[in-house]
């Protein structure tokens, strides 16, 4: 459906939250989930702006001081938590801070609305903080999670959250978006709309700063060489990436979406791949390890990140992970 919310793709999600605030049934508390860069604190920014948008008609109509305060998050009734760092979590402090200002009436708006970034990395106390809030709600305040893990929450959290589950965009409406929104030219865009793998968050990244890519390219040059290597080099690898913490889970993503491919290539899918770049060095491992050999891998990959996201050691996961892995 047309829609003037400043959100590409998951035109399904804002149906749904258009409806219910068309029809006053705006509900206490949300849960966005879904892969890392994929759009999800874009959908809670725009549905925090049509929450206080003063438009009669369209909301949000990105015209009035509401909606431009509130999507450049300069609103005075908007509160935007996150991790204090890149790798880090939510912590208790910060969620009293937010429970205190909602306690109060809003500045200026209808609601106070605060948004919580990669909750499911916030400490437990955090969580237990949090949920008084979810079950004795302020009058006039909304707040939206953002996960993209949502079983690291505690499930007292989910069951108060109404959870909208955001998928990856096909890759031809990544494509599309960059070339009309971005003016990113055909070929550069086809590229980076299958580098993303569906996260549109990710290709606008990577379109508007290169060291992203640079990224991507030191991290799977670093796996290939690593699956050649001997045990002292990869555990030489791990320590180095422990150290990296503000890159570390770009990383482990970049790799998680390599074994996919692989994974792909070994089962014969037709589905497209996201390293189109690296098709020859992803048919050679599918050969080598095939399904079972990928499928370990990749579940490995994902084991680790979720453990990155428990605050576990990292050297000590990294070493585990590529012992994991398989040698070439």
Same mark, same amino acid.
């Given at each position: 459906?047309?829609? =003037?919310?400043?959100?590409?793709?998951?035109?399904? +999600?804002?149906?749904?939250?258009?409806?219910? %605030?068309?029809?006053?049934?705006?509900?206490?508390?949300?849960?966005? &989930?879904?892969?890392?860069? @994929?759009?999800?604190?874009?959908? +809670?920014?725009?549905?925090?702006?049509? !929450?206080?948008?003063? #438009?009669?008609?369209?909301?949000?109509?990105?015209?009035?001081?509401?909606?431009?305060?509130?999507?450049?998050?300069?609103?005075? *009734?908007?509160? %935007?938590?996150?991790?204090?760092?890149?790798?880090?979590?939510?912590?208790? =402090?910060?969620?009293?801070?937010?429970?205190?200002?909602?306690?109060?009436?809003?500045?200026?708006?209808?609601?106070?609305?605060?948004?919580?970034?990669?909750? =499911?990395?916030?400490?437990?106390?955090?969580?237990?903080?949090?949920?008084?809030?979810?079950?004795?709600?302020?009058?006039?305040? @909304? /707040?939206?999670?953002?996960?993209?893990?949502?079983?690291? %929450?505690?499930?007292?959290? !989910? &069951?108060?959250?109404?959870?909208? $589950?955001?998928?990856?965009?096909?890759?031809?409406?990544?494509?599309?978006?960059?070339?009309?929104?971005?003016?990113?030219?055909?070929?550069?865009?086809?590229?980076?709309?299958? %580098?993303?793998?569906?996260?549109?968050?990710?290709?606008?990244?990577? !379109?508007?700063?290169?060291?992203?890519?640079?990224?991507?390219?030191?991290? /799977?040059?670093?796996?290939?060489?690593? !699956?050649?290597?001997?045990?002292?080099?990869?555990?030489?690898?791990?320590?180095?990436?422990?150290?990296?913490?503000?890159?570390?889970? #770009?990383?482990? *993503?970049?790799?998680?979406?390599?074994?996919?491919?692989?994974?792909?290539?070994?089962?014969?899918?037709?589905?497209?791949? &996201?390293?189109? #770049?690296?098709?020859?060095?992803?048919?050679?491992?599918?050969?080598?390890?095939?399904? @079972?050999?990928?499928?370990?891998?990749?579940?490995?990959?994902?084991?680790?990140? *979720?453990?990155?996201?428990? $605050?576990? $050691?990292?050297?000590?996961?990294?070493?585990?992970?590529?012992? *994991?892995?398989?040698?070439?």
């Amino acid at each position: 459906m047309e829609t =003037d919310w400043p959100v590409i793709g998951h035109e399904w +999600a804002v149906a749904h939250l258009a409806r219910a %605030l068309r029809n006053g049934r705006v509900r206490h508390a949300y849960l966005l &989930s879904g892969p890392r860069q @994929v759009g999800k604190t874009t959908l +809670a920014r725009a549905f925090a702006a049509a !929450l206080n948008c003063t #438009d009669a008609e369209t909301r949000p109509c990105g015209q009035c001081r509401a909606c431009t305060l509130t999507l450049k998050s300069a609103h005075p *009734d908007l509160m %935007l938590v996150a991790p204090e760092r890149e790798g880090g979590a939510i912590k208790i =402090d910060q969620v009293r801070a937010l429970q205190q200002t909602l306690s109060l009436r809003p500045y200026e708006a209808r609601y106070r609305v605060a948004i919580l970034r990669r909750f =499911d990395q916030a400490r437990p106390v955090a969580q237990d903080a949090l949920l008084k809030t979810l079950e004795e709600p302020a009058p006039n305040a @909304v /707040l939206i999670l953002t996960a993209d893990a949502p079983d690291r %929450l505690l499930p007292t959290i !989910l &069951s108060r959250c109404q959870v909208l $589950n955001l998928r990856l965009l096909p890759l031809a409406q990544v494509q599309q978006a960059l070339e009309a929104r971005f003016g990113a030219p055909p070929e550069q865009a086809r590229r980076l709309a299958h %580098l993303s793998g569906g996260r549109i968050g990710w290709a606008i990244r990577a !379109l508007e700063d290169p060291a992203v890519l640079e990224l991507r390219e030191s991290a /799977l040059a670093a796996l290939l060489e690593a !699956l050649g290597a001997p045990l002292r080099a990869r555990f030489a690898l791990a320590e180095q990436l422990a150290r990296e913490k503000g890159a570390l889970a #770009d990383v482990l *993503d970049t790799w998680q979406g390599f074994w996919r491919d692989v994974l792909l290539a070994a089962a014969e899918n037709p589905a497209p791949l &996201s390293n189109v #770049d690296l098709q020859a060095d992803v048919s050679a491992l599918a050969r080598r390890v095939g399904v @079972v050999g990928a499928e370990a891998a990749l579940r490995a990959t994902r084991r680790t990140l *979720d453990y990155l996201g428990r $605050n576990v $050691n990292a050297r000590l996961a990294l070493e585990v992970l590529l012992l *994991d892995y398989p040698t070439l």
